[in-house]
C-alpha cells in the first residue's frame, strides 16, 4: 500500500524526532529512516545507504524477522515500506554466490598465517567443505567473519588482514553484546587462531564505490594519469605491506608511491624507506605529479578511518577535486557523514 500525502508529510514533520535517539544496534538502521522520512518524496536519494545496509545484513545473515520492530511500531506504514526495500535487496544478494555456493556461514581452515606488521596478520583461508567454487570478491569488499569467544586470487582461497585494535579485557557481557566494546575478533584471531583452525565466513560483500557496477573500479586502463599510491603510518615497522608496494613500484615504472611516517630513525633511508618524516599532508605534494589534481578523469579512493578520511576529503576539495571524483572505503553500515 503507497503512503498518502497526509502519511509522506506527517513522516517529514516527524523526522527531527530520530535525532534524539542512539540506540547502537539499530543506530544505521534509524539514520536510514532518518533519511527516508527526509527524502521520502525523493528515494532515489537513498540508494546508498540501502545498499550499504544491505550488504551488511547479508554478510550477518540477518533475516526478514530481525529488522528493528521499536521503528516499525513507531512508524508503520512507512518503515514496512523501507523494510521491503531491504528485505528485497538483501534477498538478491542472498541469490548473488550462485545456485552451487553454500548459503549461510561457512567454514574456512587457516590454511597460512603471515604478519605483515606487528599489529596486522593475514590469514589465508581455504573453504573446509572442499574445492567448491568461491564467491568472486571486487575490490574493497569485505568478509563477515565468526569465531568463539574461545577458541584467493585463483579462487581457491580467500586472504584477509586483519588489525589489532584495542580492546578491554574482561567486558561485561552486556556491553559487548550492545557493542560498546571494540576489537574483540582481531584479539581473538591474534592472541588464539594459527594454521589448521577453523572460523566461519560469509560471501563477500559491501558497496565501496569500486565495487559499484556504474563506477570504474580502482586504475581503470582508461584514465589518463597513472596509478599512484599515498600512505600514512606511525612508522617503518607499521606501514602495512610495505615491501609489496614498493615490489610493485620497483616493476612498474608508471605507478607512483609516496609514504608519510610520523617517526624515522636513523637507519631509514628517505626516498627508499619514506618519503616525508610527518604525518599526512597532502599539499606538500605536488598537485599534478602527485595528485593529479588538474586531470578530470582522476578518481581518489581513500581508506582509514572515518576522521581521517574526512580530513582528507577537505583538504582534496579545498585544491579544487570535487566530492564525485573521491570514494570513501568504509566498511560497515550507515554512510560517511557529508559535512567535514
Not at 547502537?24 to 532518518?34: C, E, N, Q, S, T
Not at 506504514?77 to 528485505?87: C, E, G, S
Not at 600514512?232 to 615504472?253: C, E, L, M, P, W
Request: with cysteine.
Amino acid at each position: 500500500m503507497a503512503l498518502t500525502q497526509d502519511q509522506i508529510n506527517i513522516v517529514k514533520s516527524t523526522a527531527p524526532i530520530l535525532k534524539e535517539h542512539d540506540r547502537r544496534p539499530a543506530k544505521a538502521l534509524a539514520g536510514a529512516v532518518l533519511a527516508y522520512a527526509t527524502y521520502i518524496d525523493d528515494l532515489p536519494k537513498l540508494h546508498a545507504a540501502v545498499e550499504r545496509i544491505a550488504h551488511k545484513h547479508a554478510a550477518l545473515f540477518i533475516e526478514p524477522a530481525q529488522v528493528d520492530p521499536e521503528i516499525a511500531d513507531a512508524w508503520g506504514l512507512a518503515y514496512k515500506q523501507l523494510a521491503d526495500v531491504f528485505i528485497n535487496r538483501e534477498a538478491e544478494l542472498y541469490k548473488a554466490p550462485g545456485e552451487n555456493v553454500p548459503m549461510g556461514w561457512r567454514k574456512f581452515k587457516i590454511a597460512k598465517r603471515v604478519e605483515e606488521t606487528p599489529t596486522v596478520l593475514s590469514y589465508y583461508l581455504e573453504p573446509v567443505d572442499g574445492p567448491t567454487p568461491l564467491p568472486k570478491y571486487l575490490p574493497g569488499q569485505y568478509v563477515s567473519l565468526q569465531v568463539p569467544r574461545s577458541p584467493s586470487a585463483d579462487g581457491k582461497y580467500y586472504h584477509v588482514s586483519v588489525k589489532r585494535e584495542f580492546t578491554t579485557p574482561n567486558a561485561p557481557l552486556d556491553d559487548i553484546a550492545t557493542g560498546k566494546i571494540t576489537g574483540l575478533v582481531s584479539n581473538i584471531l591474534h592472541d588464539k587462531y594459527f594454521e589448521g583452525d577453523v572460523v566461519e565466513l560469509s560471501a563477500p560483500r559491501a558497496t565501496s564505490s569500486s565495487t559499484s557496477p556504474t563506477r570504474p573500479r580502482p586504475i581503470p586502463p582508461w584514465f589518463s594519469s597513472p596509478p599512484a599510491w599515498i600512505q600514512a603510518s606511525r612508522d617503518k615497522t607499521n606501514a602495512v605491506f610495505g615491501k609489496h608496494i614498493q615490489d610493485v613500484a620497483g616493476a612498474h615504472g608508471n605507478v607512483k608511491t609516496n609514504l608519510f611516517l610520523d617517526s624515522v630513525t636513523e637507519a631509514d633511508v628517505k626516498g627508499r624507506d619514506y618519503n616525508f618524516a610527518q604525518e599526512l599532508d597532502i599539499k606538500v605534494l605536488d598537485a599534478d605529479k602527485d595528485l593529479f589534481i588538474n586531470d578530470k578523469s582522476a578518481e581518489y579512493y581513500i581508506c582509514g578511518p572515518v576522521d581521517w578520511m574526512l580530513g582528507v576529503r577537505k583538504a582534496l576539495e579545498t585544491m579544487g577535486v570535487s566530492r564525485d571524483r573521491m570514494n570513501l572505503e568504509l566498511f560497515g553500515t550507515g554512510t560517511v557523514p557529508e559535512e567535514s
